[in-house]
C-alpha cells in the first residue's frame, strides 16, 4: 500500500498525483479517483462526476494539496454532495467550478443552501433516482446529524434525511459511497457493489472501526477504495486518523482494498 507514516505518527498517503487535463476525456471504460478527504471523481465513458470535492479553501491544516485545482477542472457533468460539514461541502470550491459544472444533486437541505450561493442545486428524498449521463443514481441513507448535540449548531433540527450516501451504475459496474454515516442495518442489505468508497473513521458519528469492518464482510467481493483518511493533519481526531492497512488486517479478502494516493485512477472495464 502506499501509506506512510507522517511525522506526528498519522497514516498518510505516499505521494499525491495530479490530475491531468485527459482524465475528463471520453474512454471506453471507468475511472475511479480519490480527491482526498471525503471527496471522489468518476469517469464514466466521458460522464464526469464529482462528489464531495474540497479543492481549495478548508479551514484545517493539510497533510497535502488536493491533486487538481478548481481552475484545472475541464467539466463537471454532475456535482453530488452527500452533506453541508465543510470538509464535504466546499462554498469556494462550486463557486470556482460553476462555470463548468452543468448540474447539482444532493439532499433537500443541502440543494437550499446551494441556492443561495447562486447554483440550482436538485435536492432529493432518500431512496429517490436520476440520472447523470450515463450513470444512475440512488441516495441511500446515512445518519450523521451530529449538530443536533452542540449549541453553536442549533439554530435548526438537522434531519436524517439532510445526509445520504450515492449507490451508482456505470455502464462498468456499481460503485457506492455510503457517505459519512453511523453503521445503518440496511446498509448491509444492498446488491453487492463491485467498489466501495469507505469512510472507515473510527468515530461515533462515523461507521467506526468495527462497524467498517462488518460492512466489508458484508460484501466480502467489493473491491474498497479507502477515503476520509490521512488528508487533515489531524493526528488525534478519530474522523481523520484511520489507517488503511489496520483494516486490512481485520476484514476478509483484505487484498481488495485499494489504498490509492489521491488523484490515482482505480479502474472498472466490465463488458469490454
Known sequence: MNVKESAKGQAIPSYVEHIEANAFDERKNTEV??????AAMINSRGTVIMIDPVLEGFDMPLTYEPPIKPEEVKKIDGYLVTHIDNDHFSRDTIRDTKDVTKE???TKYVAEVMKELG???QGHDIGEEFEVGNVHVRLTPAWHNWQ???PKWQYRE???EDYCGFYMTTPDGTIWM???SRLL???LTYAEPDVILLDFADNEWHITFDGAVKLCNAYPNATLIPIHWGSIDAPTWSTFNGDPRELAKAIVNPERIQALVPGEAYTLAKGE
Do not use: A, C, F
Request: net charge neutral.
Open 33 to 38: 479517483r480519490w480527491l482526498s478527504g471525503g
Open 104 to 106: 447539482y444533486h444532493t
Open 119 to 121: 447554483v440550482n442545486g
Open 148 to 150: 443536533n448535540g452542540h
Open 158 to 160: 438537522w434531519k436524517r
Open 178 to 180: 455510503p457517505g459519512d
Open 185 to 187: 442495518d440496511e446498509q
